[in-house]
DNA sequence: GTTAGCATGTAAGGAGTTACATGATTTT
DNA sequence: AAAATCATGTAACTCCTTACATGCTAAC
């Protein structure tokens, strides 16, 4: 019963598909990584990691346990980690599946605001005409809701002051520029180049690697002094 | 208990100081001229209204008196169920006073995302300085926000797969947008110069000049074939 | 004479938050 | 030794949505 989410659910688990976590790393990834548009507390990670675990999709590990045995400690300082968590999340396979499963159905959820933004942070997983079809998705989403906005701004302009005129004008312009955005990226897919920000002020020095494919990175999680959300 | 809504009820009283309207109405009105940032449903509208009733910031007035040509049909139930009643809400004196208080009460909450956007969608009932407050306030929350992003990009820029740097850029990209564009706003309040009057005309692009308080446009209401949230 | 739009509501529940409660480990 | 941070959880609550239920009235 419950805990149905939608939003979280898909994150957490697009998250420990790259790796196993422990809760509290899990979440500060959540704010950080996919932060921008989303932030969770631990009231609603929990309770999702548990039902995730009773649905099969997860694994706990409690390695905190040997409290009395214990003959050597060499792993402590030695290479990555140095802290110990108490509760490793683990995509167990049949989650995998599911998470799979979820990726590559395209459902008029998938362009929705904040779905959208998470969907995306995980395209380095999908195929590309998922790719595709989620990012034309979300940009007729979008122009349907210029339409509308123009339309309604035609009608009711004299009855509204300067300051929801504005409102609304810099609302337009911010939905416009999403749409160039994603005809940028599209257009990119279709090509079949390499994703690389194109009228940017600041380039990244980043090479970048295979776009279709694989994100295989795993080093060392630095102590990372990391934020909480403000 | 209950129903202590935040952005809702304040739009709601923001309109109804504007002008009655009855429910349905109201709620086209929340959805086009605030609807960038929020729509809602009667599901959450009707009962919201309840209890501004309740609270005495609101009043019902049931509209029975259809001047129909046959005079016995209406009053069959004429009171409190006349035909279908249509409710028209008014705000009453305390209704008043209290949305005023709410308008200048500038807390934290004020700059948050949503909220921002429904405050500013009443500025123009509010005075000056209090709008500064809110687009300082407004501001420098999100600089808060693009400090924490460039941190936080700056340490997991390896560990971070292409698209999810796009997101990333992206996102930071549509704040510093808006960190613009609520410094010009900050700067036309401060210069308190109020650009083109309004009356001229086609003046192309419309910056909100000092609105003064007064939004007292009420006329015919058009007919008004509105949408619906798709 | 039936669809489409106007109009008002309720019950159930989804998706999360806040505040609380607790304790381990590191840093100062 | 105190403070900070890491780490896990629960209960109560918030705010809103979906789906349902109803009925009027204009238009095609």
Redesign the interface.
């Known amino acids: 019963m419950s805990r149905r989410s939608g939003i979280l659910e898909f994150a957490v688990l697009g998250l420990l598909r790259e790796s196993p976590m422990h809760g509290y790393e899990l979440r500060k990834r959540l704010n950080?990584?996919?932060?921008?548009?989303r932030a969770f507390s631990y009231g609603s990670l929990y309770p999702c990691l548990k039902t995730l675990v009773e649905r099969g999709w997860l694994t706990e590990e409690h390695e905190t346990a040997a409290p009395s045995q214990e003959g050597e400690r060499q792993d402590r300082q030695a290479s990555l980690t140095g802290r110990r968590a108490k509760i490793v999340y683990k995509l167990t396979a049949a989650g995998k599946e599911h998470f799979e499963e979820l990726l590559s159905h395209t459902g008029p959820d998938a362009w929705e605001d904040e779905h959208f933004?998470v969907r995306?942070?995980?395209?380095?997983q999908t195929s590309r005409d998922v790719r595709m079809r989620v990012l034309e998705g979300r940009r007729s989403r979008l122009e349907?809701r210029l339409a509308?906005?123009r339309?309604?701004l035609a009608?009711?302009r004299?009855?509204?002051?300067?300051?929801?005129?504005?409102?609304?004008?810099?609302?337009?312009e911010?939905?416009e520029?999403e749409v160039r955005?994603l005809t940028e990226?599209i257009e990119t897919e279709r090509t079949g180049r390499?994703?690389e920000?194109g009228d940017?002020a600041v380039p990244?020095p980043?090479r970048?690697?295979d776009?279709g494919g694989r994100?295989r990175?795993r080093?060392g999680t630095?102590p990372?002094p990391?934020?909480d959300t403000?």
């Open positions: 950080t990584s996919l932060g921008v548009f933004g995306f942070a995980f395209f380095g349907e509308k906005m339309a309604s009608r009711t004299e009855r509204l002051d300067d300051y929801t005129l504005e409102l609304q004008r810099h609302g337009m911010s939905v520029r955005w990226l390499d994703l920000a940017d990244p980043r970048p690697g776009a994100p990175h080093g630095p990372d990391s934020d403000a």
